[in-house]
């Protein structure tokens, strides 16, 4: 076991699929569920574990090579059973880059979901407000992001790339399903909504663990993101690269400092109090949404 931990290291801090395929062996040789959904809840959103049924549930640090997260709001558990009628396996809280781990790490349970049999991901977020419209307890519905380490070349698939996984370049522009977006639009829509505000915008991923600056929200609004947080690009982008669709939201935690004199501070407890307050909107939200959800026959 400990081979294996070290193994998944691997060169440029990446998983081999050989390494990838031990570590989803191992996960499902314990565990009778086979999802087709995979479910990354972000900070303050954990509790939609408690809609699961027939549960069986791994803590990170069980898993041999599996990143386990540190920061509070993220209990780090795999779940997995039946939610809307889908077998899932749901991240009870991720990892993130500024944790210390790599980018390549901080993907890995991406690879595993797709071993696993994976094929639809729902990844989401506690996420600040860049976008003045926006008020704390939004929902946004993720249309496209700006990865901003990528920027800087800390991208996840960084290094050598196999096959097996996904091409070398692979497309990132409509890595959001479009069919996946309106589904969710439309559930939103049938569950009478009104009062729970719905945007579709532009997420913008900064490293962290600091907040932004005042420019630097200025700067992100003017290019034109919506909203800004410290995951899930890195996520995305592996999903993508795998061949997985993906529906992304966005909860709205906090509106971001956008004047230099402000007394006004971003907190990560405000973020976990917003996120408690809403939870029950995107737990019914997310159940309704796979409860009608067409799951594509694999190729």
């Known amino acids: 076991m400990m081979e294996i931990a070290n193994a998944a290291n691997g060169e440029n801090g990446g998983t081999s699929y050989e390494e990838a395929k031990k570590l989803a062996d191992d996960i499902m040789a314990r565990i009778k569920c086979r999802p087709v959904v995979g479910i990354i ?7 939609l574990a408690n809609m699961v049924t027939d549960t069986e549930i791994m803590g990170y640090e069980e898993i041999p090579g599996f990143p386990v997260s540190t920061v509070p709001g993220h209990a780090g558990k795999l779940v997995f059973g039946q939610l809307g009628g889908k077998p899932v396996v749901l991240m009870k809280g991720r990892v993130h880059f500024y944790e210390g781990f790599t980018m390549q790490k901080t993907a890995l349970p991406i690879r595993i979901m797709k071993l696993l049999g994976v094929q639809i991901l729902i990844v989401t977020n506690a996420a600040g ?25 800390m991208n996840p698939l960084h290094g050598q790339n196999d096959e097996r996984f996904g091409p070398r370049f692979p497309a990132i522009s409509k890595a959001y399903t479009k069919r996946l977006r309106d589904h969710a639009k439309t559930t939103a829509k049938s569950l009478g909504f009104e009062g729970f505000r719905i945007h579709e915008g532009v997420y913008c991923m900064l490293a962290g663990p600091s907040f932004e600056t005042v420019t630097e929200c200025k700067f992100l609004n003017m290019i034109g993101v919506d909203v800004t947080g410290m995951s899930t690009c890195p996520e995305v982008v592996v999903a993508a690269h795998c ?9 709205v935690t906090n509106k ?3 004047q230099y004199d402000s007394e006004q501070v971003a907190n990560h407890e405000e973020v976990l109090e ?11 939200l997310v159940a309704a949404m796979l409860t009608t959800l067409e799951i594509k026959s694999q190729p």
């Open 274 to 284: 917003t996120g408690a307050l809403r939870s029950k909107d995107l737990q019914k």
């Open 256 to 258: 971001v400092v956008m």
């Open 243 to 251: 061949g997985m669709e993906v529906f992304g939201m966005s909860l």
């Open 41 to 47: 809840c972000g900070s303050g959103l954990g509790e």
């Open 129 to 153: 407000g860049i976008n003045q419209e926006y008020e704390i307890g939004d929902l946004m519905i993720i249309k496209d992001h700006i990865n901003m380490p990528g920027f800087a070349g």
